[in-house]
């Protein structure tokens, strides 16, 4: 809702300041009085192209500033909030444009310097002016959509669809992405897989290098290792003077000392201890000579073994651990590339199954717009009628959106609202037609139709009553006023039949002060409404009686529900 508006060196404007309500508004005033130069304001407060000639002759700069409240549930609180001109909580906004000579335009939403693009956002989303074709939101085709889908109650199946339309085109991007990294993948495949093969053949295990080595070393000299071990065990027990045959003469002697020197009776047990160890000792020794492997050709293959594995170390790791790990990983990297495959399968199988439900989701909602726009057609035509336009045809087209059947974030569809205001003429884009007043009325009869489900909450009429007057200004009138119960309406009127109906009457009139012509605006109490629709209806001269029929007028329109 608009609650304030300041303007200051606006054309014939010096300074004005206003304040709004709720419900229906009508501004009226003599012809040439400066009432479009209020609705000139407002579009400009909303993104409307400036100029130079708009600024007062004698002043440098032009301010206009306006105050509203923000509907909690409307789309634009969104894009305000992402500008940072609106706060988690904050219900007003302030809009505030600068028009300089010098070229240095300013905009301001609640106080911070804002980009032009956001500004222009709010006219169709905040503010619907019908007059003038680049302010009115039912006149871009993607509003039509929006407001035939509201219409038909189709937007919980089209969330659905666009939720759907989302992941579709998610999945796609990710395929697309694995798809670019399929060849890549591939060499990279091809190179892991001849590494890991490599490894994998060689069939190495952990403690194997260790283990030749010592193989191999014992090989080399086996001889040797035998003369050693038959010298050490000959000198241990088979030899004639052999250590533990030398050691059992000890212990008899031991014992024979301790049974005379119970001081020394310990060391026959010291040296059967010591007896017990060699006698083990020498058993390890002959075990190790049974054993041992005095082979010459097994020491080749050992060679090519310990050779095998030191040219791995020196390609993959440095170290025979290294190079364990390096089989470890490239396991790993192997499984994860095969996962890529089998996810670019998964992948292909999830767009698919998107699409198929794309498809039938797209379909409902086709059949469902196409259901919507004979009946939004018919609530208009009958709307059309009411307002004296018989002969106007109205007819929305729900064509594909291409030929290809490809989908749109909202569907498969394109809408476009027509129009035909003669018989015999073509249907034209609602954004061709020339008449300002028809187009006027033509938005009057749609928003009517569409009132309980159109989101914008200000409505301004400039030129909804040209060409009209008597019974269909009348309807025109309580069509305004059955608007405002849903919207804050502002009209611009030359006819008494609506100006009577209004909630609040403002009065536009000009005047000369000082030399200089200037316009001022005044809220109209119940007498000055009664004056004012009465020099509506009298012209130049006010009787009596014409002062009777305004007073009726106005008494009448109260009493009507």
Partial sequence: MLTELRIANFAVIDRLALEFSSGFHVLTGETGAGKSILVDAIALLVGGRVSVDQIRADAA????????????GSPLVDLLRQAGALGPSDEELIVRRIISRSGRNRNYLNGHLTPLHVIQGLAGTLVDIHGQHDQQSLLSSTAQLEALDAFGDLHGLRSEYATRYRQWQARQRELHEVEQ???????????????FQELEDASLHPGEE????????????A???AELGEG????????ESSVLSDLGRVKSRLRELGAIDSATSDWADLCDASIVQLRELAQQVREYLLHLEQDPERLSPVEERLDRIQRLKKKYGGSFDALLSQAEELKNQLSQLESSQSREADLRELVAQDRAELDTLATKLSQGRQQAAGELEKRVMEELATLRMQRTRFHIEVLPESTD?????????????LLSANQGEPSLPLARVASGGELSRVMLAMKSVLTRTDRVPILIFDEVDAGIGGAVAEVVGRRLKKLSEYHQVFC???????????DHHFEVKKAVKQGRTVTGVRRLDKKGRREEIARMLGGLTITRAVRETAAEMIGEADRSP
């Fill in 61 to 72: 700069e032009a301010e206009l500033e306006a105050a509203f409240t923000v509907p909690s």
């Fill in 181 to 195: 990294a399929a060849a890549q993948r591939a060499r990279e495949e091809e190179f892991v897989r001849f590494r």
């Fill in 210 to 221: 260790e283990a030749l080595l010592a193989e191999r070393n014992r090989l080399a000299h």
């Fill in 223 to 225: 001889q040797r290792l």
């Fill in 232 to 239: 050490a065990y000959q000198s241990l027990y088979e030899g």
């Fill in 405 to 417: 059947m490809e989908f749109t974030p909202s569907g498969r569809d394109r809408v476009e609202y």
């Fill in 492 to 502: 611009i009127t030359h006819l008494p039949q609506i100006a009577s109906l209004a």
